[in-house]
């Protein structure tokens, strides 16, 4: 990074930074609707080479993305040609409208190891990512649940995606060897152990990018807040996660709508399976953990409707391996990708067999990653 970043600035950096990846083990389309939620970070990251210039720019370049982008530090409103660049923009714009003194013209060079739209959240990362940085050379004085919020404000305020608190959240308070246990009602935590006696995280990229804002993301954080005004009629609560599953026979009464029961069907369910997933992670009872992650995803293909044949199809061949505990779909959904919990021993074999057969059924090939965890935000 640092001869690019000369060559583009004849200077040399004077920090860089990485902020990783997440992936959510279980609790999935729950974040906004007031659930619990269990991801950890991952060993793919984000990085960012810093330096000041005189000239009150943002000079943005990545080196994934063509061209570079040039603001002045006075002009940050929101542009969709900004493309990828509106996330750091947007922490700049929206940490300058809360006051804080961000007050030097910047150029950043950013590098990513994590796929695009892949649902590991690379947006999270970049948007977490530039809050730390910009916490670190301005001295902000932010701890890192300030930085995961302020990101959560700008994807929600600047970037226009109505996104719970998990991505940021996971990602900004993330520790090596731990998931985050987060109620994304009140934004309480603590750490699970995330080391898995003889078994493995495998991440299943089906290479099928899609475009979170662009996607039915939107319209399903809808349909949720739609569903829960009807509900709120009868029921105390404030969130659909709150609601008890022995109840949903008569909140199916209540909604007479069948799309909108299955979306709060999909939704109070897998509160029930985060919770049950954490016991049977706390008792090293992995089978249990698989069968609750298939269960999740067949709910996220059948109630939240927010699968896909690539996603279906990968975590499907992933099941059928006798060294497979389970599979389902991470992320937003749509394309991305899928995580598996495999048996550390035979974890090659499941890849080569995940790999062989997914070109097979589409004729290109995906990507299979063996992860580790990792801390938070860092300086290089």
């Not at 209540?254 to 954490?278: G, P, Q, S, T």
């Not at 995803?297 to 996603?311: M, P, Q």
Request: charge should be negative; glycine fraction near 6%; aromatic fraction near 10%.
């Amino acid at each position: 990074m640092n001869k690019k970043f000369l060559s583009l600035w004849v200077v040399d950096p004077i920090k860089t930074y990485a902020a990783p990846a997440r992936v959510n083990l279980i609790g999935e389309h729950i974040d906004y609707n007031g659930g619990h939620v269990l991801p950890c970070a991952i060993s793919l990251y984000i990085k960012a080479a810093v330096s000041f210039n005189e000239e009150k720019k943002i000079n943005l370049v990545s080196e994934d993305m063509k061209g570079q982008i040039s603001v002045d530090l006075s002009n940050t409103q929101y542009d969709k040609s900004y493309s990828w660049a509106s996330y750091p923009i947007g922490v700049i714009h929206i940490l300058r409208e809360m006051g804080y003194k961000v007050d030097k013209g910047l150029n950043m060079l950013f590098s990513s190891e994590i796929p695009l739209g892949s649902g590991l959240s690379s947006s999270a990362a970049i948007l977490v990512l530039t809050t730390y940085v910009l916490n670190d050379l301005f001295d902000l004085g932010l701890s890192n649940l300030e930085i995961a919020k302020i990101a959560i404000k700008v994807e929600r305020e600047y970037c226009g995606l109505s996104c719970g608190i998990m991505d940021q959240s996971a990602i900004a308070l993330a520790q090596k060897d731990k998931c985050l246990y987060l109620d994304c009602a009140s934004f309480e935590y603590e750490y699970k152990n995330a080391v898995l006696e003889k078994t493995k995280i495998m991440i299943l990229n089906t290479k099928y990018e899609r475009k979170l804002t662009d996607s039915k993301y939107n319209e399903r954080v809808s349909e949720c807040q739609k569903a829960l005004s009807i509900i709120k009629t009868k029921y105390g609560v404030d969130n659909l996660c709150e609601l008890d599953p022995k109840d949903l026979p008569d909140i199916g009464i209540l909604l007479n709508d069948d799309l909108l029961y299955k979306r709060v069907k999909h939704c109070v369910r897998e509160e029930a399976r985060v919770k049950a997933f954490v016991t049977a992670l706390d008792e090293k009872d992995y089978s249990l953990c698989g069968k609750i992650l298939n269960e999740s995803h067949f709910s996220l293909r059948d109630d939240y409707e927010v699968s896909g044949t690539n996603l279906d199809v990968i975590t499907e061949i992933a099941r059928n391996n006798p060294y497979v505990y389970g599979a389902r779909m991470t992320g937003a959904g749509f394309g991305g990708c899928a995580v598996a919990l495999v048996d550390e021993e035979h974890a090659y074999q499941v890849k080569d067999e995940v790999l062989t057969k997914y070109k097979e059924r589409f004729g290109y090939d995906a990507e299979v990653y063996l992860i580790d965890t990792s801390d938070g935000p860092k300086v290089l």
